[in-house]
């Protein structure tokens, strides 16, 4: 069974612009979440979708948004890009239910110069 | 509101040594408490969990048992190996469908 896919795997960006990262769950995980890793502030949570729609949002600004499709892959989306999200961007999936095993990809390095 | 205390690192280990990575949470209510390992270049990989108190977690020789009076969840490993380095993270699910994560404690083991 596939895991977690997350693309691309690095991407460098300048200020001002946006950028979408791409998850594909694992076959039959129907929850989708976004996780913001960075030597300062750890791993922050962004937002989870469930058959897509939004069902939890962690303390980010509207800059930062998401969707996902019909076949549970999801999107995120980051516009007028900031130095300060340069980070490791890491998705994770499980089939749904709350306190379920979440399996995670290996993330996405955005670099924004 | 919810938040978990990781001890800062590296901690730095040689091979067959006794393994302690403290985590303190706190909490409302009666949240799950797991952790994570992180290898270079990876993503995050559920090491092991406990949904409830005095539950211990265990696997591949580390364990973590729930300690509610305590509010805590250190990690243990009875003996290292080079294999071990990594990131550990402590994190806890509020019964919400999000983790709360630690900053990560890194390990280095050396032969």
């Known amino acids: 069974k596939a895991g977690v896919t997350q693309t691309p795997r690095y991407l460098i960006k300048t200020r001002g612009q946006q950028v979408t990262l791409s998850c594909s769950p694992i076959s039959g995980h129907r929850s989708v979440s976004w996780y913001q890793q960075t030597p300062g502030q750890g791993l922050q949570f962004l937002f989870e979708?469930?058959?897509?729609?939004?069902?939890n949002k962690g303390n980010f600004p509207g800059r930062f948004s998401g969707r996902q499709f019909s076949n549970s892959r999801s999107e995120m989306n980051v516009s007028t890009l900031e130095l300060g999200d340069s980070a490791l961007y890491l998705c994770?999936?499980?089939?749904?239910?709350?306190?379920?095993?979440?399996?995670f990809g290996s993330g996405t390095q955005l670099s924004v110069l | 509101g919810n938040s978990v205390t990781q001890m800062e690192g590296p901690v730095t280990l040689s091979e067959e040594a006794f393994l302690t990575i403290n985590c303190t949470y706190t909490a409302t209510g009666y949240p799950s408490l797991f952790w994570y390992v992180q290898y270079p270049g990876e993503g995050l990989q559920l090491l092991l969990k406990a949904t409830k108190a005095d539950d211990k977690g265990s696997n591949k020789g580390f364990e973590a048992t729930y300690r509610k009076e305590t509010t805590s969840f250190h990690l243990e490993k009875g003996s290292v190996q080079v294999s071990d380095s990594a990131v550990y993270f402590c994190a806890l699910s509020p019964n919400t469908d999000k983790l709360i994560f630690g900053t990560g404690t890194r390990l280095q083991v050396f032969p």
């Open positions: 994770a999936s499980r089939t749904g239910g709350v306190n379920e095993k979440l399996f």
């Open positions: 979708y469930f058959s897509e729609t939004q069902r």
